[in-house]
T-cell receptor, first 112, second 113 residues
Framework: EPEVTQTPSHQVTQMGQEVILRCVPI?????FYWYRQILGQKVEFLVS????????KSEIFDDQFSVERPDGSNFTLKIRSTKLEDSAMYFC??????????FGSGTQLSVL | GDSVTQMEGPVTLSEEAFLTINCTYT??????LFWYVQYPGEGLQLLLK?????DKGSNKGFEATYRKETTSFHLEKGSVQVSDSAVYFC????????????FGKGTTLSVSS
């Protein structure tokens, strides 16, 4: 069964550093998403992406965040200057149609 | 804004016990409702969904009924197994591709033999 792949599974970085989280969505999917979950809190929507542009973003997704689909297979989330409060599990998802999202297993980001 | 509230965990049950995980929502309009499950070390997987009032979603012995009058979508299973141990997330969406799913905090279920 096709799946969404995320790398790395764990990322440790120093505060102020840039990080790039990578995702390979399912190949025929057209909609891509990033979510995050801070330990003990809700899974929060960050951004959705369709047709090479952002279709929706949350208040969390400020100027420090950006997304890109650099080629036909990858979908990346960049955090320009990480803060301690960016520490969370980041989930990528993709879908071919409304609502049926397929999630990756997540990248645990730790900002020290 | 739209939101989902689900019961705090963890929920600890013995095998073959009855499971209920409560979920209520706040939303404008007529959202679709979902239960996702996350097994250890894996991503979230869609367990079941319902798209309109009184619909019942079901999968793998789990059921949930969309109750508009009580704005609820409680997850139930008549007889849990050890393999059901996971984190369960209730979620809603505004029925448009590319828009956000709004999740609850998740409820951890632990089933012992």
């Amino acid at each position: 069964e096709p799946e969404v792949t995320q790398t790395p599974s764990h990322q440790v970085t120093q505060m102020g550093q840039e990080v790039i989280l990578r995702c390979v969505p399912i190949s025929n999917h057209l909609y891509f998403y990033w979510y995050r979950q801070i330990l003990g809190q809700k899974v929060e929507f960050l951004v959705s992406f369709y047709n090479n542009e952002i279709s929706e973003k949350s208040e969390i997704f400020d100027d420090q965040f950006s997304v890109e689909r650099p080629d036909g297979s990858n979908f990346t989330l960049k955090i320009r200057s990480t803060k301690l409060e960016d520490s969370a599990m980041y989930f990528c998802a993709s879908s071919a149609e409304a609502e049926k999202l397929f999630f990756g297993s997540g990248t645990q980001l730790s900002v020290l | 804004g739209d939101s989902v509230t689900q019961m705090e965990g963890p929920v600890t049950l013995s095998e073959e016990a009855f499971l209920t995980i409560n979920c209520t929502y706040t939303a404008t309009g007529y959202p679709s409702l979902f239960w996702y499950v996350q097994y250890p070390g894996e991503g979230l997987q869609l367990l079941l969904k319902a798209t309109k009032a009184d619909d019942k979603g079901s999968n793998k012995g789990f059921e949930a009924t969309y109750r508009k009058e009580t704005t609820s979508f409680h997850l139930e299973k008549g007889s849990v197994q050890v393999s059901d141990s996971a984190v369960y997330f209730c979620a809603l969406s505004r029925n448009q591709a590319g828009t956000a799913l709004i999740f609850g905090k998740g409820t951890t279920l632990s089933v012992s033999s």
